[in-house]
């Protein structure tokens, strides 16, 4: 195997979802700020204070959780060449694992969101990939075939 056609990719792909899912959860803190006094690093004050969030603020993160998961298949497909599949599908578990981790975490998070949350990696990372991947003219082989 590889390094350049699975694990580079891999990294970049992971790399690229993570930083662009932290921008948009800074952003997404700025429109809807903890109450002041919350110590970030007391799980269960953490969890308390997200619990109480608006619903806007868990749509919001859902998005972005999608829009950062499409990134990332994205950028993991075309560091692979555009041609297979398999970096955007692993980004994609990755970032569910992530994802898991987030609600096993805070598990004071609205059940909705929570399940939801874990559903949305996967596919926009798949769509991220269908979106730039190269597909073969009519007649040629698929690649790897024989």
Known sequence: MKASKYVLP???G?????????????LIGQLYPL????DRHNVDALAKAIADMPKE???????NYAVCSFIAGLAA????GRI???????VGIILTLCG?????????QPIWFSVANLMVYL????????????????????????
């Open 57 to 63: 603020a868990f749509w919001m993160l859902l998005a």
């Open 77 to 80: 497909t075309l560091v692979a």
């Open 123 to 146: 596919p926009f990372a798949l769509i991220g990939y269908r979106a730039v991947r190269k597909i073969p003219p009519p007649g040629d082989a698929p690649p790897g075939a024989a």
């Open 84 to 90: 297979i599949m398999r970096p955007a599908l692993i």
């Open 10 to 12: 891999v990294v970049a």
């Open 14 to 26: 992971t790399i690229a979802g993570l930083l662009f899912i932290k921008q948009g959860e800074n």
């Open 100 to 108: 898991l981790f987030n609600v096993i975490t805070f598990p004071k």
């Open 35 to 38: 109450p002041p006094g919350i």
